[in-house]
């Protein structure tokens, strides 16, 4: 993956607003948010890109945002499929042990 996709799919995200929603689980939402853009801008800002601990840390977010999108309703589950296609990104962006 490409340092330029990872910022393109940054500048995208970072375009849109906090999507307006009711949920039990907007707090845990915005904390995902946090972390995942943290690592993004790590990534970014890094040559190295991201070291174990944060490519950890971002699967946990992932799993996470899998288990709370289901529930939000169809007009603001945008904004958080294309948060985990970032985390994604860097994740794919990490080099792989054998």
Known sequence: MDRSAI???????????WPQFASPNEGQLMTLDTVISGCVVF???SPEGLDAQRVTIVK???????????ELDADCRPYFIRLRRLGELLIATAPTSS
Do not use: P, R
């Open 60 to 70: 946990d977010c992932l799993a996470d945002l899998d288990g709370l999108t289901e």
């Open 43 to 45: 990534f970014l800002d």
């Open 7 to 17: 910022a393109t799919a940054w500048e995208t995200h970072c375009g849109e607003d």
